[in-house]
C-alpha cells in the first residue's frame, strides 16, 4: 500500500496532530511537496501533500483562504500540512473553516518537526511499497512462468485471473476466445470480439483500454506476437486501474502467452519440412512410409478418412507478411485455429509458391467445416482466395484426391467462386464447366461456317443439327420436331457434312458439334408451320 495520510499521522516520529478531514485519511499520498506561493495550483500535478508556513497568505482572512483551499483541492491536493510556531502560532481558525468546507485534510505540523522530516517519510513509504510490488511481481512471474510450463495456458490466465482480483481471458489469431477465468469470464470476453479485431489490425505490440464505467469493467487488451503480425490476444478485467504488482503479473503473461503462441521460426520451418515429406510420400502412392514420417505430428489426420484441399490466392503476394498474400495467410490462420479448438490435427503446407497451399484435414471435422461455413457462400472477388476441396478420401487414394481438388479450383477460378467442393462437379452437370473463353470461341469457329449458311436465308441447319443430335440421329423424330419432311432434314445434314467437311457418322465428330452448340447457348428447335 503507498503511504496515507493516516499513516503519516500515526507516524510516532512526525507528530502531526489532524485539525480537518478526519474522514479522509485514508487518501494515499503521492508526494510530499514544498511551497509559500499565494497560488501553487500550476506547480501541482495531483495527489500531494502540500507543506506551508503561510509566509506569503494571509491566513486569517476568511475569503481569501476560501479561494486558496478551493484552487488546492480543484487540482487535487489531497492534504495541507501548515507549520505552526513558525509564523502563526497556530492555524488561524480562517484557513482552518475554509478546510472543513472544501474537505480538505489539515495537519498541524509542529515546530520541532521538519518538513524535510515529513518528505522523507513519504519517499521511504513509496520507495518500500515499490519494492514490495516488485518483490510480489518476480514472485507472481515465477508462479506464472511454473504453470506455463507444466499446466499451459490455460494455466496462466487462470494465474493472472487471481492475481489482479479480476477475470482474464485468451483470444487466438481468429478472435476466438480459447480460455477464460474464472468460467463466468467467457461470456463476457466473446463481448470483446470486436475490439480485438480492431487490435490485431494494428501492428504487435499494441494495447488498449476498453470499459471502466461505473455499470462496466475496465479491460486492458494486450496483443500477443514477437512480430508485425499479432498472434493473439489477452484481455484483463478488473475493477478499478491496475496497481504496480498487478502490471507486472500482466506483462509476465504476455511474455508467457506471446512465448507459447509464438512458436520459434525454427521449429515452424521443421514442421513444414516434416509435413511438405509426408505429402510428396502420399501423393507418390507411398502410404506406409508416410504413415511412418507423419509420427505423432501428422498421424492423427491419416487414421481417418480425410479431405485434401488446395488454396489458391487469387492476388499477388503481399511483402507485408513474408510474401504471402494476406487472404492466404488469414485461411491459413483460420485453419490452424480451427484445429486448435477442436484438438484436431491437420496438415498445412504451401504447394510450391507462396500464394498456394495444401491442406490435410479429418473430414467431417472441425477444419473442414469451417472452410465450407467461411468460404462456401462467398464469392471470389470478396475472399480473394480460391479453395478446391476433395472428397472424402484415405491415404491409400491421395492422390486421386490432389486431382480432385485441382479440379474442383479450377472450376472455382472460372465460376467467381471462393470455395467449390468435388462432389458438386459429379452431382452437377458437364454444361456449366464450358463456360470458358477458350472454349466459346471454339464453339463459334466450329459453328460459324454453319451460321453463316443460315445467315442467307438458304435454310435452317444449326436448328435441324441441334434437333438431329437431341434424337440421337432418330430421323422421324427429329423431321417432327423441326416440323419438316424426313427427306428435307437428311438433305440438311448433307449439307452439314460438306460445309464442315466431317462425317456425322463420326461419334467424336457428334460429340463435338453438341458441346459446341451447348457451349454457345443455341436454343432448341421450335417446329415451323408449313416448314
Known sequence: MPPTLASLVQHSALKLTVRAGEDRLETPVRWAHVSELTDPVPYMEGGELLLVTAMKLDAEDHEAMRR??????GAGVVGLGFAVGVYYDDIPEALVEAARQEGLPLLAVPRRTPFIAISKAVSAAIAADQYRAVTAGFEVQRELTRAALTEGPDAVVARLAAHVDGWAALYDTSGAVVAAAPEWAARRAARLTADVERLRERAAPASAVVGGT????????QSLGTGRRVRGALAVGTG?????????????????????????RAMQAAEQRLGAAVLRMLLSGQPDHARAVAGDLYGGVLDAPFRLLIAEAGREPDPAVGGRPAALSAFVESV??????AGETVLAVPDGADDRMVVLAVDGGAVAAACVDTYGAGDAEEAEL?????????PTAAAGAYKQAEQALSVARRRGRALVEHEELAAGSIVPLLGDDAVRAFADGMLRAL???????RGDLVASLRAWLSRHGQWDAAAADLGVHRHTLRYRMRRVEEILGRSLDDPDVRMELWLALKATGEPPAQARPGA
Open 451 to 457: 451460321r453463316e449458311h443460315d445467315a442467307t436465308g
Open 336 to 341: 490452424e485455429s480451427a484445429a486448435a479448438r
Open 240 to 264: 478499478a486501474s491496475l496497481g504496480t504488482a498487478e502490471r507486472y503479473a500482466v506483462h509476465s503473461a504476455v511474455a508467457l502467452l506471446t512465448l507459447s503462441t509464438e512458436r520459434s
Open 68 to 73: 486558496y483551499v478551493r484552487r488546492l483541492v
Open 386 to 394: 480460391f479453395v478446391g476441396l476433395s472428397a472424402p478420401t484415405g
Open 214 to 221: 461505473e455499470d462496466d469493467d475496465r479491460v486492458e487488451l
